[in-house]
Structure formats: structure tokens, C-alpha cells
């Protein structure tokens, strides 16, 4: 393939994959819709349908849920049906598949972490209140996923497979393995954020509680969200005192009093196709939360102080689905203004409930949306894209692109008017406490649910006693699982909590770790 076509299409390739954390996660770059897509414009489209399939079903199981980064399905079906194509062989551009997606595993772990230089970069912007420049670092986050993926698409494609094979064989296996190690400590930062914004030091135990429960009884996170909400209610329910100061009612006034028009609303709909492109390993999507939110901030806040201190409050640590994310963009948007109106609202109830309904939502998207939804027509498409028949990537893509639609516009306007309504029948401070009491216990049992998920650091090293080796990781785990990701996240949030600027060191460290520990053999 001549230099300028190898250009093109590599640019091509590039804006496609992008899509997946840069803009809207479309689904256009799955191997499905990607691959017949690639193979029409390099003139066959039938080896586009049939390893695009072909890797679809590979890849079929392999997910990146929560915080996770398995081999990458979308370049290795691209690659893989370019290299098809190119060599006239399906079965070559199936076969490097895998190793293409694990190698991609590598870039996509460079992306997040270039990312976090531009969210601390935006910490700095909102400090000074400078919205269109932290608008502008976050929009950057585009632009580094599509470099990344614009060079190693050209590599790619430019010099073959054999430059794929032996990229991926020269690097040394102490500093892949080690960066894998740095980015499953570098969630603990952003664990640790959140323990000191929910007050840990009263709410401690229902973090054990959270930790406990995934820990010992291997719940997911919904399962411990649902634990908490019914904690919760349950705590609820026994303080409540027998002098009841009669039904709170919501005057029409109260009703009518908004802030936020439907404009402000769709501007966070469009905002929110790309609350992913500043994905990183600290926050995930916590400038991408906050981007969106502006509208509504800019709307409510005319005071700076008061702004930028919203600013600050939604670029804490968050992750969820990006098709459940606008649920709490609505609700979120309904207690700002509720703040905004001077109703008892205060930071922790915000934060709080954002937290709360962070796990749960994640649970629904993955499952139910990434899990199940996307998996049965992407089983389907494929199924009928192996045959050769062009209906396949169709009947997949259609459905998925509404989906997106229909959640990130119910789930933005119904989450407001949820908002709204909940917030309207809090006329005492006596509720708003048990509201702020009930998320605050729901978002703690979370994030020590999320510490066992998200939080990964395992030891290798092992010994010889009386003949019987013994793995030093296995003596740990019967003695005490995941000892060690709540060590380092309870060790965070212990530097954090003495200097918030310890942040930059937790980062180091975490890398540290990463990279010593494997070059040493302990991790």
C-alpha cells in the first residue's frame, strides 16, 4: 500500500476507533459494522463482512467493564480486516486478531494516562474559573485518542503485520507488565477522593460493610448499592420519632420555581456525547461529568465564587455507563438548582447522591446495555454477516444508535424531573439529613465494593518450604483478601486528607510500584 493511502485510511481508522471514548459511543468501530465499513471503501466488501463477524464473535465475550482494559475488539477487527484484505486471506486477518487487540490494550493504557496530565491541567482552569479553557483541555482528550490511534493504525498498516508481531514481542515484559500494575493501583487516587469528600471518618463502616460484602460474598456493585439503599431505608425507618410534624406539601409556588430551561437541558444532551473523552485511570470521567454540567453551572451560579466552587464538586472521581451517565447528569442538574434556589441542599448531598446512584447505574449499562442488548444484535449481525449478507451490520447498528439516544435523552430530561420532585417534598431538615444520611451510606458501601473491583495489585513471589511451593498472594488472600487494595486506597486517603496536593506524589508512587514491582519479581 502506496505512503499517501496508508495515510488516508490510517486517518480514517483513526477518527472511527475514536469514537468509542471520544465522541458518542456510537458502536460504529465494532468489528461488525467496522469491518464491512473498512472492506467497502478498500473494495471487498464480503472479506469486510465476514472478519468483522468473525472477530465480532471472538471478541463476543470480552468487555470492558467498569474500569477495565481487556484486548481491544474495535482495532483488532479493523486491523485485522485491512491485513485480510491486503493479503487476500481472511484467515490471516482473523488469526492476528488477538494479538493486534492485546497490543491495543497498550495504547488505549497510554490514552488514559496522557489524559490525567490534561485533567490535573483542568483543575488548575477551574480553579481560576477559566471554563473555556478546561472546556478545551477536555475536548484535547479527542484529540489524544485519535493521535494514538492514527500511529499505530499507520504502523499498522504501513508496514504490515510483521511490524505488529514485533512491536509487540520487543517490549520488555517488566515495563508492559509494570504500566498494567501502575493502572490498576491509579484508581485507588480517585477512591481515596471520594472517602474524604463523603466523611469516612463517621461513615466508616458501612465503606467495610461495601468492602465486606464483594469481598467474602462476591457481590457486584449493584448488588451492594441495592444492600445499602436497603441499609439505608432500614436506618430510616427505626429513627423515625413518633411526633410526626404532619404531611409536607409542595406549594405550587415551590412547583413552578425553576431556573433551567429544556435549552439548558439539551445543551448537557449534546454535552454528554463526550463525557468520555478525558477517560483516565484517577477520575475516569470526572471532567467529562463536569463539561457537561456547565450549561446548568453557568445558568444557576452568576456568583464566580459560587461557580467555580460547582466546578470543583463535579470533577471528583465518577464512572458509569455512558448511556446511564445521563441519569445522574438530570438529577444532578435538579439539586443544583434546587441549591441554587436556597433550598437546604448542601455539597455532601450532591456528592453523595451522585456516588449512590453511580453503582447501580453502572450495573444496569453494563449488564443489561453492554452485556445483553449489544451482545444479542451484534450475535445476530454476525450471524447473518457470515453468510455474506449485508443486512448483518445493519440490523446491528440501528438498534444500538437509538439506544444511545432514547437513554441519554430520557435519562438527562426524566432525572431532572425526578430531581425536581424529589427535592420538592424535602420541607424539613430533618428529611434532607436522611436523604444526605441515606446516599452518603449507599455511595460509602459503593466505593468499598468498587475498591475490590477497580483497585488491582496481586504478588508474585513465591517460595519453597519442605518441598511445597508456596505463593505468598494465596497465603494473603486465606488470611485476608484484597489486604492490599485496601491498604494502598486507605493509605491515599490518608495523604490526601493531610495534603490535597499529595495527589501528584499518589500518581508517582503508583507507577513506582508498577514498574519496580515487576522489574523485581513482587508483583
Known amino acids: 500500500m502506496s505512503m499517501i493511502s496508508s495515510i488516508l485510511l490510517s486517518l480514517f481508522v483513526a477518527a472511527l476507533i475514536t469514537e468509542n471514548y471520544g465522541y458518542g459511543y456510537w458502536m460504529i468501530s465494532r468489528p461488525i459494522f467496522a469491518g464491512p465499513l473498512i472492506g467497502l471503501i478498500m473494495g471487498d466488501l464480503n472479506t469486510g463482512l465476514i472478519v468483522g463477524a468473525s472477530v465480532e464473535l471472538m471478541f463476543m465475550g470480552v468487555l470492558?467493564?467498569?474500569?477495565?482494559?481487556?484486548?481491544?475488539?474495535?482495532?483488532?477487527?479493523?486491523?485485522?480486516?485491512?491485513?485480510?484484505?491486503?493479503?487476500?486471506s481472511t484467515s490471516l486477518g482473523i488469526?492476528?486478531?488477538?494479538?493486534?487487540?492485546?497490543?491495543?490494550?497498550?495504547?488505549?493504557?497510554?490514552?488514559?494516562?496522557?489524559?490525567?496530565?490534561?485533567?490535573?491541567?483542568?483543575?488548575?482552569?477551574?480553579?481560576?474559573?477559566?471554563?473555556?479553557?478546561?472546556?478545551?483541555?477536555?475536548?484535547?482528550?479527542?484529540?489524544?485518542?485519535?493521535?494514538?490511534?492514527?500511529?499505530?493504525?499507520?504502523?499498522?498498516?504501513?508496514?504490515?503485520?510483521?511490524?505488529?508481531?514485533?512491536?509487540?514481542?520487543?517490549?520488555?515484559?517488566?515495563?508492559?507488565?509494570?504500566?498494567?500494575?501502575?493502572?490498576?493501583?491509579?484508581?485507588?487516587?480517585?477512591?481515596?477522593?471520594?472517602?474524604?469528600?463523603?466523611?469516612?471518618?463517621?461513615?466508616?463502616?458501612?465503606?467495610?460493610?461495601?468492602?465486606v460484602l464483594a469481598v467474602y460474598l462476591?457481590?457486584?456493585?449493584?448488588?451492594?448499592?441495592?444492600?445499602?439503599?436497603?441499609?439505608?431505608?432500614?436506618?430510616?425507618?427505626?429513627?423515625?420519632?413518633?411526633?410526626?410534624?404532619?404531611?409536607?406539601?409542595?406549594?405550587?409556588?415551590?412547583?413552578?420555581?425553576?431556573?433551567l430551561t429544556r435549552k439548558d437541558l439539551w445543551h448537557v444532551f449534546w454535552r454528554s456525547m463526550f463525557t468520555m473523552s478525558t477517560m483516565n485511570y484517577e477520575r475516569y470521567m470526572s471532567l467529562g461529568f463536569d463539561f457537561a454540567m456547565v450549561p446548568v453551572l453557568r445558568r444557576l451560579y452568576s456568583d464566580k465564587e459560587e461557580y467555580i466552587a460547582a466546578l470543583k464538586r463535579h470533577n471528583e472521581f465518577f464512572n458509569c455507563h455512558p448511556y446511564t451517565a445521563e441519569i445522574v447528569l438530570g438529577v444532578s442538574a435538579a439539586l443544583e438548582e434546587q441549591k441554587a434556589l436556597g433550598k437546604p441542599i448542601t455539597d455532601a448531598t450532591i456528592t453523595s447522591t451522585k456516588t449512590a446512584l453511580m453503582g447501580p447505574l453502572s450495573g444496569i449499562g453494563d449488564s443489561i446495555f453492554k452485556a445483553t442488548f449489544m451482545t444479542i444484535f451484534a450475535a445476530?449481525?454476525?450471524?447473518?454477516?457470515?453468510?455474506?449478507?449485508?443486512?448483518?451490520?445493519?440490523?446491528?447498528?440501528?438498534?444500538?444508535?437509538?439506544?444511545n439516544l432514547a437513554s441519554r435523552y430520557l435519562g438527562i430530561f426524566?432525572?431532572?424531573?425526578?430531581?425536581?420532585?424529589?427535592?420538592?417534598?424535602?420541607?424539613?431538615?430533618?428529611?434532607?439529613?436522611?436523604?444526605?444520611?441515606?446516599?452518603?451510606?449507599?455511595?460509602?458501601?459503593?466505593?468499598?465494593?468498587?475498591?475490590?473491583?477497580?483497585?488491582?495489585?496481586?504478588?508474585?513471589?513465591?517460595?519453597?518450604?519442605?518441598?511445597?511451593?508456596?505463593?505468598?498472594?494465596?497465603?494473603?488472600?486465606?488470611?485476608?483478601p484484597s489486604l492490599l487494595p485496601l491498604l494502598i486506597t486507605l493509605l491515599f486517603y490518608l495523604g490526601l486528607k493531610k495534603n490535597k496536593k499529595a495527589i501528584y506524589w499518589l500518581m508517582f508512587v503508583c507507577f513506582v510500584i508498577g514498574l519496580g514491582g515487576k522489574f523485581l519479581g513482587l508483583l
Open 64 to 88: 470492558p467493564i467498569g474500569g477495565s482494559v481487556p484486548p481491544n475488539a474495535q482495532i483488532a477487527g479493523i486491523i485485522g480486516t485491512i491485513y485480510a484484505i491486503e493479503a487476500h
Open 95 to 211: 488469526s492476528l486478531a488477538l494479538p493486534i487487540g492485546i497490543l491495543a490494550q497498550f495504547l488505549i493504557m497510554l490514552a488514559w494516562n496522557v489524559n490525567i496530565y490534561l485533567v490535573h491541567r483542568g483543575d488548575k482552569a477551574i480553579e481560576s474559573g477559566n471554563t473555556k479553557k478546561m472546556e478545551l483541555l477536555h475536548l484535547n482528550g479527542i484529540l489524544v485518542f485519535f493521535v494514538i490511534f492514527f500511529i499505530s493504525a499507520f504502523l499498522a498498516i504501513h508496514f504490515g503485520s510483521s511490524f505488529v508481531k514485533s512491536l509487540n514481542d520487543a517490549l520488555p515484559t517488566w515495563v508492559s507488565g509494570g504500566l498494567s500494575i501502575a493502572a490498576g493501583l491509579l484508581p485507588a487516587i480517585g477512591m481515596a477522593m471520594l472517602l474524604k469528600m463523603m466523611d469516612f471518618g463517621r461513615y466508616w463502616g458501612f465503606f467495610l460493610g461495601g468492602f
Open 218 to 259: 462476591k457481590l457486584n456493585v449493584l448488588a451492594v448499592s441495592l444492600m445499602g439503599l436497603a441499609i439505608a431505608v432500614g436506618i430510616a425507618a427505626i429513627s423515625k420519632t413518633n411526633t410526626t410534624s404532619g404531611p409536607s406539601e409542595t406549594t405550587s409556588e415551590d412547583a413552578d420555581q425553576h431556573l
Open 380 to 403: 445476530i449481525g454476525a450471524g447473518l454477516a457470515m453468510n455474506g449478507n449485508v443486512l448483518g451490520p445493519i440490523i446491528f447498528i440501528i438498534p444500538n444508535v437509538a439506544l
Open 414 to 480: 426524566w432525572g431532572y424531573k425526578f430531581g425536581v420532585k424529589l427535592i420538592g417534598k424535602m420541607k424539613n431538615s430533618d428529611l434532607v439529613q436522611k436523604f444526605v444520611q441515606g446516599a452518603t451510606i449507599v455511595g460509602m458501601m459503593v466505593t468499598g465494593a468498587m475498591v475490590v473491583n477497580f483497585v488491582i495489585i496481586k504478588l508474585t513471589a513465591k517460595w519453597v518450604s519442605a518441598g511445597k511451593t508456596i505463593a505468598l498472594q494465596s497465603l494473603l488472600d486465606q488470611i485476608f
